[in-house]
């Protein structure tokens, strides 16, 4: 059995060559998920462009239109990181109906990954961080809104805390937010999570996984969500450009197990996404993302 898994070919744009966010990783990544039969063609679905309203749910209409309509000031451009472009403009949307369509599926079938998401440095009027839009509070609200969920569990563990993540739900009890990040990192001003777990620099694979194993199985079993988000950001790499952890490869896949089985054995579906991760070292980048995609169909078959 393949793992479902959601891509668009629009993933890619071109960036300034050197950029920390290189948007070549997106293609990569799918070209060795298929080379490796984690997925297949058959298993991949492809997204469309999200209706407006969906975006709107989240994110105020005054910065929704001026990012779709190449208005946005060069102070908030700035403030992303990235370049605006035509291409990036429709790239960021349907990066964001991806996630959605990553969670209805996780619905239908237990477990769906993304081969992208994880913006969660976007508040409801800015982005940040190389995040325009927040697709895993954007997700969350259209599948509110569609009632096909009544609790959500978003399990954030980016390097980085999942600041507008946290800011938009700080008062909405029907998604729990769980953020488990290096602590003297970016955002130097940190939002109150649901749960957050603060981690000291240079922290190790036995030192991390300890954390998280002591920390999941509970929380899961006090939220009973309908499903979980998971943002499985790759920067705790000890070799990431923007990390300050030390795990390592092997330390990213037993986290990646550790996450999905222990969803899926207590009933919860997971739909993943990949997250930050920076590196200029490209290969190296793609085949720490596709530790989620790996361990991801190792649960689906066993589940």
Known sequence: MNLPLVYHPDYVVPLPQGHRFPMSKFKQLYELLLAQEITDRNSTYTPEMPKREWLQLVHTNDY??????????????????????????????????????????????????????????????????????????????????????????????????????????????????????????????????????????????????????????DLLSEVKPDLVLYDAGVDIHVNDALGKLALTDRGIYRREMLVLSTCLDKGYPVAGVIGGGYCQDIRALVQRHSLLHRAAREVYYSY
């Open 64 to 217: 929704v239109e001026a990012y779709c309509n190449g208005t946005l000031d060069a102070k908030s451009v700035r403030r992303i990181g990235l370049p605006c472009s035509e291409m990036l403009i429709k790239r960021t949307c349907i990066a964001v109906a991806g996630t959605v369509l990553t969670a209805q599926l996780a619905l239908k079938l237990g477990i769906c990954c993304n081969c992208a998401g994880g913006t969660h440095h976007a508040f409801p009027s800015f982005g940040s961080g190389f995040c325009i839009f927040n697709d895993l509070a954007i997700a969350s609200q259209v599948l509110l809104q569609q009632k096909l969920v009544k609790k959500i569990l978003i399990v954030d563990l980016d390097v980085h805390q999942g600041d507008g993540t946290a800011f938009i739900f700080q008062d909405n009890p029907a998604v729990f937010t769980f953020s488990m990040h290096c602590e003297a990192n970016f955002p130097s001003h940190k939002q109150q999570s649901d749960l957050d777990i603060p981690l000291p620099i240079g922290l190790d694979d036995e030192g991390y996984l300890q954390i998280l194993a002591q920390s999941l199985p």
